[in-house]
């Protein structure tokens, strides 16, 4: 694709191409290699500080449940909060840069924490993680997740929000509140599993 064609989209094609790919790749026959490949790594994952903690003692494992939680929900009030003002619904009386200026700090700090406690849950019970197909497609959600963020919302709304067609505006709100309810769905589907 020219240049040109891609003009101010490039990170958005790009995406979409590596999201693509990656879709792909868990439909071939590839995927069952690359999965029996990370069999060591989840036993090894078990062998770890944090494994040996999360296994020993349920108590540490169920606050940093709790801290994972609550971390979560920063980061869904700071999701609702920015996505919200972009369409519209909520925090009317605030320009939108400050809410999304200030929702975003927010975002990366419940996503870092987010992150941390889930690594350490998952060192806990690797193995089960291991062989449940859920666990795979809330990482692979996660992970849209994060490339929707970091390389097409927040790139994006860095223009003025004037400037961008008030129909993207609203198409990447929607997109981001889809990606994240579905990213915490299939959190909360691992605890059935």
């Known amino acids: ?14 995406t ?8 792909a790749f868990s439909f071939s026959s590839l995927r069952l290699e690359a999965w029996d490949a990370l069999l060591p790594f989840f036993e090894w994952m078990e062998t770890t500080l944090f494994g040996v903690i999360g296994k020993t003692w349920g108590a540490a494992f169920a606050v940093i449940e709790a801290v994972h939680l609550l971390a979560m929900a920063l ?19 605030y320009p939108v840069r400050v809410i999304l200026d200030q929702s975003h700090k927010v975002f990366v700090a419940g ?14 019970v690797a193995m089960k993680v291991y062989y449940l197909p859920v666990f795979w497609y ?12 970091f390389f097409i919302k927040i790139p994006l709304l860095k223009k003025e929000i004037t400037d961008i067609h008030p129909v ?3 198409m990447v709100a929607i997109s981001s509140l889809l990606v994240w309810f579905t990213v915490a769905a299939a959190g909360r589907w691992i605890g059935f599993a």
């Open 1 to 14: 694709m020219p240049a040109s064609a891609m003009g101010s989209y490039r990170r958005t094609f790009i």
């Open 16 to 23: 979409a191409l590596v999201i693509t790919l990656t879709l």
């Open 75 to 93: 980061l869904g009030g700071a999701v609702l909060a920015s996505d919200g003002r972009l369409l519209g619904l909520i925090l009317t009386d």
């Open 111 to 124: 996503l870092a924490i987010m992150l941390f406690t889930g690594i350490f849950m998952a060192c806990g």
């Open 138 to 149: 809330k990482m692979l959600v996660l992970c849209a997740g994060m490339i929707f963020v």
């Open 168 to 170: 993207i505006v609203k």
